[in-house]
């Protein structure tokens, strides 16, 4: 089993920005891939950027410029800092991680709210 919290959700005005993170432990192989998506009101979840066990990242259309992942590998910690953020931007935003084998772990979510 593996447990994911995150941390850094809030209210901010657009342009602003925050940094999210994401602390795993529990049963946590090498290789994996942890990942951040976001959910808006009566919106479908979508994938906001992952980063691989050997640093590769990915970002969506929407957000690449803007928002940087990262990951302490020493402590399976996640974070994402997002910049020039957006009222659209607005979400609750989860940490996931998905090892081979297992189906993808979720956090409990953050809120994240950017006023115009």
């Known amino acids: 089993q593996v447990q994911l919290v995150e941390f850094g959700g809030g209210l901010v005005q657009a342009g602003g920005s925050l940094r999210l993170s994401c602390a795993a432990s529990?049963?946590?192989?090498?290789?994996?891939?942890m990942g951040w998506f976001r959910q808006a009101p009566g919106k479908e979840r979508e994938k906001v950027a992952t980063i691989a066990h050997g640093g590769y990242t990915e970002y969506s259309d929407s957000v690449r410029g803007r928002f940087n992942i990262s990951k302490d590998f020493t402590k399976n910690t996640l974070f994402l800092q997002m910049n020039n953020l957006k009222p659209e931007d607005t979400a609750v935003y989860y940490c996931?991680?998905?090892?081979?084998?297992?189906?993808?772990?979720w956090g409990q979510g953050t809120q994240v709210t950017v006023s115009s």
């Open positions: 996931s991680l998905r090892q081979v084998g297992q189906s993808p772990y």
């Open positions: 529990g049963s946590i192989f090498r290789v994996n891939v």
